[in-house]
C-alpha cells in the first residue's frame, strides 16, 4: 500500500480489437512501423455522398469470436468490447471461462461515447426507409450505453460495481482512471477497465462532417489524411475498435504470480468550463499537474506522453501549449507521438486504446510515431516530435496518455515502469 493507505494498482492484462486485428502485440508493431489503417470508407446507405477517410475492423467476425447467439444480441460497439475484455482477461491468466460463480470484488469500468448508435440507425432505416414496419424488441437492450459493460460482466461473472462513463472523447479515460480509484479505496480488487466504440453510422459521419473537421481525400491519399502537428493540417478521421486493461491490486497480483505489464499510478481530471467544443489549455494543465502528482513524478521523470492530438488546426497546438506549461523546461525533452494518425479517432475507446498502447511503450521501451508528420506546424513546437518510425530503447520511467473531450473533460493517465520481477516485457 501507498504511504496514504491507498492500494498500488497493477495493469496485468490488455486486450485489444483493432483495425489490424485482435493481436496486441502485431497492433504494436505496425504502430512502430508507422503503418496506417486509414482508408476510404463509403457508407454502404450513401456511398456517393458519404464516403471519408476512416478506419473500420474489417476483418473483425463477432459470429467467429464471440459465438452466433452472442453476436445476434449484440450491438458492434458491444460485440468489439467484449472481444477485447476477453482477451485482457486471457492475457491476465485469469481462470477460463471467468469466475464460477461471481466474484463479488471484481467489477467493469467501461466508457463509450455513441454506443449502440448502429443498432438505433437500423431501426430507423428498417422502419422508415425499408418501410419493413418493424423495430427489434432487442433494440433497446442492444443500443443502451452499459450494454458494453453489462455484457462483460455477464461473461466473466464480475459482481462488483459494473459502470459506464460516457464523456465523449475522454470516456474510456475516465473509465480507467475512475476503475484506478476503486481499486486504490479497496472497493473493489480487480477491474476490466477500459471501453468501445462502433461509430461508422451514417448520422455519426455526416455530423462530424457538418463540424468542417474531416479532411478531404481520395482512395490515393486517405492513408494520410489524418497528420497531428504537421503543417496544413485538416482535421480527424473516426475509427472503430475497442481496448481493455485489467487491472488489479498490486498484492493480489503478486500472490497470484501475475505477470505485471507496469503501474497505473496516477490519473488527473479537469473541466475546462470554458466552451463545449473548444478545448483550453490551462484545464488540461490542472488535469496533466493533477496524475503528476499523485504519480510521485517530476515533468523530467515522464519519457513519453501518447497526446491526444486528433490533427484538428484548434486543438493540437492547444496541447501542446498545454505541455510546454506542464513540464516547464522538460517540455523540450519528452517524446510526443498521436498515434490516431494511424488507428483513427475512436471517440469514447480513444483513451483506452491510447492506454493500452502506452503501456506497452513502457514494457517494451519502445515509442510509437506520429505517422505522416514531416514538418511541424510552428504553433506545435516545443517538444521532442516522434515523427515516422517508432524509437526503439528508449529508458522509459513514466509515460502519460492524454484524453481531451467535448464538453471541457480531461482525463490524464499515468504509468510507471516496475523493476518487479515479474513485469511483462514481451508485450
Not at 480489437?17 to 496506417?36: H, N, W
Not at 457508407?43 to 476483418?59: G, I, W
Not at 520511467?397 to 510507471?416: D, E, M, P, Q
Amino acid at each position: 500500500m501507498s504511504e496514504a493507505g491507498w492500494r498500488r494498482v497493477a495493469v496485468t492484462g490488455l486486450g485489444i480489437t483493432s483495425p489490424f486485428g485482435g493481436d496486441a502485440t502485431d497492433f504494436f508493431q505496425r504502430l512502430m512501423r508507422g503503418e496506417s489503417a486509414v482508408h476510404l470508407y463509403r457508407h454502404p446507405a450513401a456511398p456517393d455522398e458519404v464516403a471519408q477517410p476512416a478506419v473500420r475492423c474489417a476483418s473483425f467476425d463477432a459470429a467467429a469470436t464471440l459465438g452466433p447467439a452472442r453476436a445476434v444480441a449484440t450491438d458492434r460497439y458491444s460485440q468489439l468490447g467484449l472481444a477485447s475484455a476477453l482477451a485482457a482477461w486471457r492475457d491476465a491468466g485469469l481462470p477460463s471461462g471467468g469466475m464460477a460463480g461471481g466474484a463479488n470484488d471484481c467489477g467493469v469500468s467501461w466508457g463509450t461515447g455513441v454506443g449502440g448508435t448502429l443498432t438505433f440507425e437500423k431501426g430507423y432505416s428498417n422502419f422508415y426507409v425499408n418501410h419493413k414496419r418493424l423495430v427489434s424488441p432487442l433494440t433497446v437492450a442492444l443500443a443502451m450505453n452499459n450494454a458494453a459493460a453489462s455484457n462483460i460482466a455477464i461473461e466473466l461473472g464480475l459482481g462488483s460495481a459494473c459502470l459506464t462513463y460516457s464523456v465523449a472523447c475522454a470516456s474510456s479515460a475516465v473509465a480507467i482512471g475512475e476503475a484506478l480509484r476503486r481499486i486504490q479505496s479497496g472497493e473493489s480488487s480487480l477491474i476490466v477497465a477500459g471501453g468501445s466504440e462502433a461509430p461508422l453510422a451514417l448520422s455519426v459521419m455526416l455530423a462530424w462532417a457538418a463540424m468542417r473537421v474531416i479532411p478531404a481525400c481520395t482512395e490515393e491519399t486517405a492513408y494520410r489524411a489524418c497528420r497531428p502537428f504537421q503543417e496544413g493540417r485538416e482535421g480527424l478521421v473516426l475509427g472503430e475498435g475497442a481496448a481493455a486493461l485489467v487491472l488489479e491490486d498490486w498484492d493480489r497480483a503478486v500472490a497470484r504470480g501475475a505477470r505485471i505489464y507496469c503501474e497505473l499510478a496516477g490519473y488527473g481530471q479537469s473541466c475546462d468550463h470554458v466552451h463545449l467544443v473548444r478545448p483550453d489549455a490551462a484545464g488540461q494543465v490542472r488535469a496533466i499537474h493533477a496524475a503528476l502528482l499523485e504519480a510521485g513524478l517530476q515533468p523530467a521523470d515522464v519519457g513519453y506522453v501518447n497526446a491526444h492530438g486528433t490533427a484538428t488546426r484548434e486543438g493540437d497546438p492547444i496541447e501542446i501549449n498545454a505541455l510546454r506549461a506542464a513540464f516547464g523546461a522538460a517540455a523540450q525533452d519528452v517524446a510526443v507521438s498521436s498515434t490516431k494518425s494511424m488507428h483513427g479517432h475512436l471517440l469514447g475507446a480513444a483513451g483506452a486504446v491510447e492506454a493500452a498502447i502506452t503501456v506497452l511503450a513502457l514494457a517494451r521501451q519502445e515509442i510509437p510515431p506520429t505517422a505522416h508528420l514531416q514538418q511541424v506546424s510552428a504553433d506545435c513546437t516545443g517538444v521532442r516530435h516522434v515523427m515516422g518510425q517508432g524509437l526503439s530503447g528508449e529508458p522509459l520511467k513514466a509515460a502519460l496518455s492524454n484524453s481531451f473531450a467535448f464538453g471541457g473533460s480531461n482525463a490524464v493517465l499515468a504509468f510507471l515502469k516496475t523493476e518487479d520481477r515479474r513485469q511483462r516485457t514481451d508485450g
